[in-house]
């Protein structure tokens, strides 16, 4: 058994998939448009929204993320939770949390923890939370 995360990004579905293409080396494994659905129901495609995606998946790291452009409402609301990337080492968290905040807010910066020897928590300019983290060896 898996979960896997479905994030809305309410009409910037493909700009966040170019950036976490150039941010994380994600792989882009499907994209939908709403106007390739095979049987549309009456509203079913949002006002406008014919171009927009419907459905993606994409992997990053061994783990597959889902989305859609939603409601294409313009504005994600990513509350309550935030996705973990897992490094390597404190270079490669350096420089996940650099390009991932890139245009973000910087909720944590990365540092040396209790737990961690490189950790720190964002916002990216989705508004998606981050919490990278170098796993302290045990």
């Known amino acids: 058994?898996?979960?896997q995360p479905y994030l809305f990004?309410?009409?910037r579905a493909e700009e966040a998939l170019a950036f976490?293409?150039?941010?994380?080396?994600?792989k882009n494994e499907m994209v939908m448009k709403y106007k390739d659905m095979p049987d549309p129901q009456p509203g079913s495609i949002p006002p406008g929204g014919e171009n927009k995606v419907m459905h993606m998946n994409f992997e990053v790291g061994g783990s597959t993320i889902m989305g859609s452009d939603g409601f294409c409402g313009g504005?994600?609301?990513?509350?309550?939770?935030s996705l973990t990337y897992n490094c390597k080492d404190e270079a490669e968290?350096?420089?996940?949390?650099k390009?991932?905040?890139?245009?973000?807010?910087v909720k944590m910066p990365l540092g040396k923890t209790f737990f961690s020897p490189a950790f720190g928590m964002l916002a990216d300019k989705f508004g998606l939370g981050w919490m990278v983290i170098v796993p302290q060896a045990m």
């Open 75 to 81: 504005a994600p609301k990513f509350e309550g939770f």
């Open 99 to 105: 390009a991932l905040s890139d245009g973000g807010q």
């Open 93 to 97: 968290a350096q420089k996940v949390f």
């Open 1 to 3: 058994m898996t979960i």
């Open 9 to 11: 990004f309410e009409g």
């Open 20 to 26: 976490y293409k150039k941010t994380l080396g994600a």
